[in-house]
């Protein structure tokens, strides 16, 4: 599998999880724009006993006064204090700890935190997680070492709906839960069964063994509701469900839950709507900057390196699963199935192989019924029965359906059947597919038509500049126009602009 890359950017991936003790941080979104709501505890300026964040001379800047330490920087001076590898994140402004929350940066406006460590609880040991009762489940927590659950009987925090769901924050700070394990029959399984409007942010969870439930199971969450969000996290370790919604960090995410700087490594496996971060993602639930290593199986539907499906207007951004993904009906490298005309994969990609035992086989998605995938590429093999392709096992006649400006870089693409096997997309196309190149090595495939074998292109061109803007493909190096080409980087193939390289 020559050319491209695993490498991930770390401007807006968490990975320092050596940092020393971290009671909270407040996140400025990565580029600009992506950051939640605004505010702090209640929104309340602080004046005298807080930290005001705003924007000034092209730069934020941090004023704070808490006791005898004030002071004013700008952000990047503050986190590079804090060791912090960019400006995204500030941990401690003058050696003083801040709570967690998240600001808007496109506002433009003074920012205002809460007081230093209020109604924060300590976790030090396993003990210390919050109990069932509803007012515990709706606590801040952050740990302050490591937690060995080695041996421990986990019983999931926060289980179903209603007042049993965990709806406050647990801030990680950096350290990492040990020795999970979890051999359930039940639903909702991982370190929490369910959230709601929950924000679980800096933490690692290293599993013992599996993970182990019915549906809804996750390495982390088993299912998320509301505006909760797991960021900059990681879980280490493998993950099984025996029915539905199986993923590394979340069995299912709905309305605007989000999984953002996050990654996961192992193996993820389960019946239907199986992923390597997330089974199932639907509502406006996203992930972004995240990435999964290792190995996906489903044994009847819907298998992804990333996520297994999505729905509505849900959506896949610049992120990657590199290793294997083994299905039955609708397998792909990034995704299994893409299911409705608002949901958007874009500047994506896997490096491994797919295979599908079923129909619908593709090394970027398996079925796209409808919704976008565009700006992603592919490397590895693809096998599987009938509507096979190096990109989509499926397209879909519906004009809802675009699959444009991808690649498979492919090194075989086959089928046990007799049709529908194409080096591009398998079966089933519109014109909205289009622009999507593969080698010109490869057979072309049983179906006639650009749509379906792909522009091909000698492995040679695949590193050349022109190749790529004859298809006005964009290499401005953003979310719109991602791509980018350099000779010294990558062995000279195409890359996305957030790859390290």
């Known amino acids: 599998m020559a050319g491209f890359t695993t490498k991930f950017n770390a401007l807006c991936l968490f990975k320092a999880f050596s940092l020393s003790l971290l009671i909270g941080f407040v996140t400025i979104g990565c580029g600009g724009g992506d950051g939640g709501g605004g505010g702090g505890d209640g929104g309340t300026p602080r004046g005298t006993n807080g930290y005001t964040v705003s924007f000034l001379n092209g730069d934020f800047q941090v004023a704070y006064s808490v006791g005898n330490k004030s002071g004013s920087n700008t952000i990047a001076a503050l986190a590079a204090e804090a060791l912090v590898p960019d400006s995204e994140q500030i941990y401690a402004v003058g050696g003083v700890l801040v709570n967690s929350d998240t600001v808007n940066v496109d506002r433009n406006l003074d920012f205002y935190l809460g007081s230093v460590n209020s109604n924060v609880i300590e976790i030090n040991s396993s003990a210390g997680f919050p109990s069932a009762d509803a007012s515990a489940l709706s606590g801040r927590y952050a740990l302050t070492s490591d937690i060995d659950l080695t041996g421990v009987t986990w019983t999931p925090l926060g289980t179903g709906a209603g007042t049993s769901r965990f709806t406050g924050r647990l801030n990680g700070s950096g350290y990492k839960i040990i020795g999970l394990k979890v051999n359930s029959t039940s639903d909702y399984i991982g370190l929490f069964g369910s959230i709601y409007n929950a924000h679980i942010t800096n933490l690692g969870v290293e599993i013992?063994?599996?993970?182990?439930?019915?549906?809804?199971?996750?390495?982390?969450?088993?299912?998320?509701?509301?505006?909760?969000?797991?960021?900059?996290?990681?879980?280490i370790g493998n993950v099984r469900g025996t029915n539905n919604y199986v993923g590394g960090i979340a069995g299912r995410l709905e309305d605007t839950a989000s999984i953002k700087n996050s990654y996961t490594t192992g193996n993820v496996n389960g019946t239907q709507y199986?992923?390597?971060i997330a089974g199932n993602l639907e509502d406006t639930a996203s992930i972004k900057n995240s990435y999964f290593e290792g190995n996906v199986k489903a044994t009847t539907d819907a298998a992804g390196g990333i996520a297994g499906r999505l729905q509505n207007t849900a959506s896949i951004k610049n992120s990657y699963a590199a290793g294997s993904v083994n299905g039955a009906t609708r397998t792909g490298g990034v995704l299994g199935h893409l299911n409705a005309a608002g949901t958007v994969v874009i500047n994506t990609y896997f490096i491994g192989d797919v295979s599908g035992t079923g129909a619908y086989t593709g090394g970027l998605v398996g079925g796209s019924d409808q919704g976008s995938f565009k700006n992603s590429y592919a490397i590895g093999t693809v096998h599987g029965t009938t509507y096979v392709g190096g990109i989509a096992g499926w397209g879909s006649?519906?004009?809802?359906?675009?699959?444009?400006?991808?690649?498979?870089?492919?090194?075989?693409?086959?089928?046990t059947g007799a049709t529908n096997i194409n080096r591009a997309v398998g079966g089933s196309v519109n014109a909205g597919v289009?622009?999507?190149?593969?080698?010109?090595?490869?057979?072309v495939g049983t179906n006639s038509g650009d749509q379906y074998s792909g522009i091909g292109m000698a492995d040679n061109l695949f590193k050349v500049l022109e190749t790529y803007q004859t298809l006005s493909w964009g290499f401005e190096g953003n979310d719109d126009s991602p791509w980018q080409i350099n000779a010294a980087k990558n062995d000279g193939f195409p890359y996305l602009y957030w790859q390290d390289l």
Do not use: W
Not at 434 to 443: D, I, K, Q, T, Y
């Open 274 to 276: 199986v992923g390597g």
């Open 208 to 235: 013992d063994g599996e993970v182990k439930g019915d549906e809804y199971v996750g390495g982390i969450v088993g299912r998320v509701y509301g505006a909760s969000s797991i960021t900059n996290s990681y879980v």
């Open 397 to 415: 006649s519906a004009a809802a359906t675009i699959l444009q400006n991808n690649v498979a870089y492919s090194d075989s693409v086959t089928g």
């Open 434 to 443: 289009l622009r999507n190149v593969v080698r010109s090595a490869l057979p």
